[in-house]
């Protein structure tokens, strides 16, 4: 199984950042599998964002739920996440993930 995220590099403040992790060697509707975004800004540790399962369920970090929405494609075998309202204290490298299995993770900086 591989994931790669893919996205923009910059977002000014206030917009929405959109990222896609596109999913080979597995479906996103297999049993048991949860497709999560995480990210780390800039010399700060893992903060876990939110992730969507099998069945189309969605999950949020609490501190974020507002802000964030993750959906799924299967006809395209990927996953979705957008950040409204964004600041530059959203800077960070942004990764999907299910299990052990990661993105390579993408850096999405903040700013005008």
Same mark, same amino acid.
């Given at each position: 199984?591989?994931?790669?995220?893919?996205?923009? *590099?910059?977002?000014?403040p #206030?917009?929405? !950042?959109?990222?896609?992790?596109?999913? &080979? +060697?597995r479906?996103?509707?297999?049993?048991?599998?949860?497709?999560t975004?995480?990210?780390?800004?800039?010399?700060?540790?893992?903060?876990?964002?939110?992730?969507?399962?099998?069945? *189309?369920?969605?999950?949020? #970090?609490?501190? !974020?739920?507002?802000?964030?929405?993750? &959906? +799924?494609?299967?006809?395209?075998?990927?996953?979705?996440?957008?950040?409204?309202?964004?600041?530059?204290?959203?800077?960070?490298?942004?990764y999907?993930?299910?299990?052990?299995?990661? *993105?390579?993770?993408?850096?999405?900086?903040?700013?005008?």
């Open positions: 199984v591989q994931l790669q995220e893919s996205g923009p *590099g910059l977002v000014k #206030s917009q929405t !950042l959109s990222l896609t992790c596109t999913v &080979s +060697g479906h996103i509707t297999t049993d048991v599998y949860v497709w975004w995480i990210r780390q800004p800039p010399g700060k540790g893992l903060e876990w964002l939110g992730a969507i399962a099998d069945s *189309g369920s969605t999950f949020y #970090s609490p501190s !974020l739920k507002s802000r964030t929405s993750i &959906s +799924g494609d299967s006809s395209k075998n990927m996953f979705t996440l957008q950040l409204r309202s964004v600041t530059p204290d959203d800077t960070a490298v942004y999907c993930n299910s299990g052990r299995i990661w *993105g390579q993770g993408t850096l999405v900086t903040v700013s005008s």
